[in-house]
């Protein structure tokens, strides 16, 4: 799972909140204020976000090289064990059962705690979008509250159908996240 998909699965859960809080009777139809963002354009434009993606990636692929290495060694133990099984004094052949075994279980260990349900690429990832995502909420929280808003929707979630492009927040919100970057404050 990547930053992006992460975040618009965040963004789709919080669209539905304030929705929800919406049609709890918050506000009359006269008196609604309201806004959208595009969160897709902001993850391809914050800086932050890219560089925490790219770091994702670079964790990604560290973890696909380590994999590959071990999936070779076990290759190789398989490949020596075949070639010179017949050879071999039981003794050695178990020896080297033994080692093939243990290569195999810790090229199995290895994928399961680097991609498994629970394993350091979930923890990784969902660490970096929790980081980035705190950061545009609070530009989002930030903009809507100048502008007097009630509800931000997030067009990219799909939950638009149609909306004035007026009420689009995305350039404030980037804008805002942006400025942060610049004057070394974090959100």
């Known amino acids: 799972m990547n930053l ?15 929705c929800a ?9 006269a008196d609604l204020r309201i806004g959208y963002v595009d969160s897709a354009r902001i993850f391809q434009q914050y800086a932050t976000a890219q560089e925490a993606q790219k770091q994702f990636d670079r964790q990604v ?6 994999a590959a290495e071990k999936e ?11 070639d010179q099984g017949p050879v071999l004094s039981s003794l050695k052949r178990q020896e080297k059962e033994e080692n093939l075994q243990r290569a195999i279980s810790d090229y199995e260990r290895f994928i399961q705690d680097t991609w498994g349900p629970k394993g350091r690429a ?8 929790n980081d980035v995502l705190t950061q545009i909420r609070a530009a989002v929280e930030k903009v809507a509250a100048s502008k007097g808003l009630l509800l931000v929707l ?7 159908v149609y909306a004035d492009r007026s009420l689009d927040l995305t350039t404030d919100v980037l804008t805002e996240l942006n400025t942060g970057l610049k004057t070394g404050t974090t959100h």
Do not use: C, P, Y
């Open 4 to 18: 992006r998909r992460f975040a618009r699965i965040w963004w789709k859960a919080l669209a539905l909140g304030a």
């Open 21 to 29: 809080a919406f049609l709890a009777g918050r506000a009359r139809a």
């Open 61 to 66: 692929q560290g973890w696909r090289d380590e």
């Open 72 to 82: 070779k060694q076990v290759k190789q133990l398989k490949a020596e064990l075949q």
């Open 122 to 129: 979930v923890r990784e990832n969902e660490q970096a979008t």
């Open 154 to 160: 997030d067009s990219a979630s799909g939950f638009i």
